[in-house]
């Protein structure tokens, strides 16, 4: 059985997700405020969190970066009535591995969770190292290091997987769509521009050190990742 830790401050949205996930046949833990969220994911494992943003005590941004500080790998779905592109991108920045907006229906929440359930499945059950090497960028995926040209880049965990996403399918033309399904699972807001966004903090990070573009923008198609021309 599946423990997922709710934290939601509003009893209404709470009893829905709370009633429904039982009858779906997982273990549900329910956390009121922002603080008791994070001692409770702390001191116990969980399979998903799932966190609201506007929180009595902390915040739903603030408890995410205190269970990522705490090594903390489970995957984290934040739900919340800020929709914009800002607040998904702070979402994202902090830590979390998906977005929802509110209101939502409650298959569409299940449908992430088994996104997110499935990703981390096939994450624990890979223990062979695995290094990624493009021109001159090189992933391990085991110790999560990136290098360009021999110098480590350091990126958040949504730019760490847009990447990888990249360097797994190499030359080849990816629209946005596609990586939203891949990098942010199914369903996501299509209204936004985040991953024009990402690939262009990703691009920063990348050529900081004057190396060569090698993600590279096909107009009204997506992204590429190539060598430069």
């Not at 399979?47 to 943003?53: C, E, G, K, N, Q």
């Not at 934040?78 to 991108?89: D, M, P, Q």
């Not at 190292?129 to 021999?150: A, C, H």
């Amino acid at each position: 059985m599946k423990k997922i830790l709710l934290v939601e401050d509003d009893n209404h949205v709470c009893s829905f997700i709370n009633k429904g996930l039982i009858e779906e046949g997982y273990e549900v833990t329910v956390a009121m405020d922002g603080q008791q969220g994070l001692e409770l994911a702390i001191a116990s494992t969980y399979d998903l969190i799932i966190l609201d943003v506007m929180l009595p005590t902390m915040n739903g941004i603030d408890v995410c970066k205190g269970i990522r500080a705490s090594k903390m790998e489970v995957p984290i779905l934040f739900l919340t009535a800020l929709g914009s592109t800002e607040n998904v991108v702070m979402g994202l920045d902090s830590g979390g591995d998906d977005y929802l907006a509110k209101p939502f229906k409650f298959m569409e929440l299940l449908a992430r969770m088994r996104t997110l359930l499935r990703r981390r499945q096939k994450v624990s059950e890979s223990a062979q190292e695995t290094v990624y090497q493009f021109s001159d960028l090189t992933i391990n995926d085991d110790t999560k290091v990136v290098q360009r040209n021999g110098v480590d880049v350091s990126l958040t965990s949504t730019e760490y997987k847009l990447l990888l996403m990249f360097v797994q399918n190499p030359r080849r033309v990816l629209s946005r769509i596609s990586i939203m399904e891949q990098v942010w699972g199914v369903d996501f807001d299509l209204g936004t521009n985040v991953v024009d966004v990402y690939v262009n903090y990703l691009r920063k990070k990348i050529e900081k050190h004057n190396s060569d573009r090698i993600i590279h923008t096909v107009i009204g198609m997506g992204y590429v990742l190539k060598e430069a021309e």
